[in-house]
């Protein structure tokens, strides 16, 4: 119900009222047209994240995309990371609480130091958020895999300059990514209005994948 009626108010008369999101990323031109209205259109090639595997906090495959339905809050953390990595993940807790019970969304907690966080430890990180298997995912596996990810898909900071986690660097930001593995939003999670921000083009992201069903 809660979608269809986000939808609702972000028509007005069938027409939309609201700016679709952003799409982050290097763009291209792919050298196609489609028409609107009568005119051509250059059609443009966006930035994608790549198809990827990881282990989540049951052991279980993660495997991105989770399908063409799903929209997906990102973060990079580690366990051993001081306090800012536990208020990170508090303020992702508040979302997972807040979209409760929505099919359209889940959310995922990739580990920078995947040689100390085993499932076995993302699992008993995870309890203190109580966080739900299969709707928020703590994610571990290839460590040289998830750099690269980090770098260059999210287009985030995360690499290890020391094998001890004064060493580890990982971005503050959470990453808002499309069912089309576009990201549309990145958001600062130590600034209260950034995640106000967020919740607010969670919503507009659900709307305007709920318009491209009705539309089809």
């Known amino acids: 119900m809660v979608p269809g009626f986000l939808y609702y108010l972000l028509q007005d008369k069938g027409k939309n009222r609201y700016r679709p999101l952003s799409i982050y990323g290097p763009k291209e031109l792919s050298g196609t047209f489609h028409t609107k209205r009568g ?3 250059p059609d443009t090639l966006y930035h994608q994240i790549r198809d990827f595997k990881l282990s989540d906090q049951s052991g279980e495959d993660f495997v991105f995309p989770l399908d063409s339905t799903k929209i997906v809050v990102f973060n990079f953390f580690f366990t051993r990371c001081p306090n800012s990595c536990s208020e990170m993940n508090a303020r992702m807790q508040f979302l997972t609480e807040e979209y409760e019970g929505n099919r359209m969304i889940k959310f995922a907690s990739i ?19 109580n966080a739900v298997p299969g709707t928020w995912y703590f994610l571990t596996g290839d460590k040289m895999l998830i750099h690269d990810i980090a770098r260059k898909d999210f287009l985030l900071d995360a690499y290890s300059s020391e094998p001890t986690p ?4 990982h971005s503050p930001l959470f990453v808002l990514v499309d069912p089309h593995k576009r990201i549309r939003g990145f958001y600062d999670s130590g600034n ?9 083009e969670i919503k507009v992201l659900i709307a305007e994948e709920l318009r491209m069903v009705t539309d089809r």
């Open 166 to 169: 004064e060493g580890i660097v």
């Open 39 to 41: 005119k051509q259109i």
């Open 192 to 200: 209260k209005d950034q995640m106000n921000k967020l919740n607010d």
């Open 111 to 129: 580990s920078v130091d995947p040689e100390h966080d085993s499932p076995e430890v993302l699992k008993a990180y995870s309890s203190q958020f």
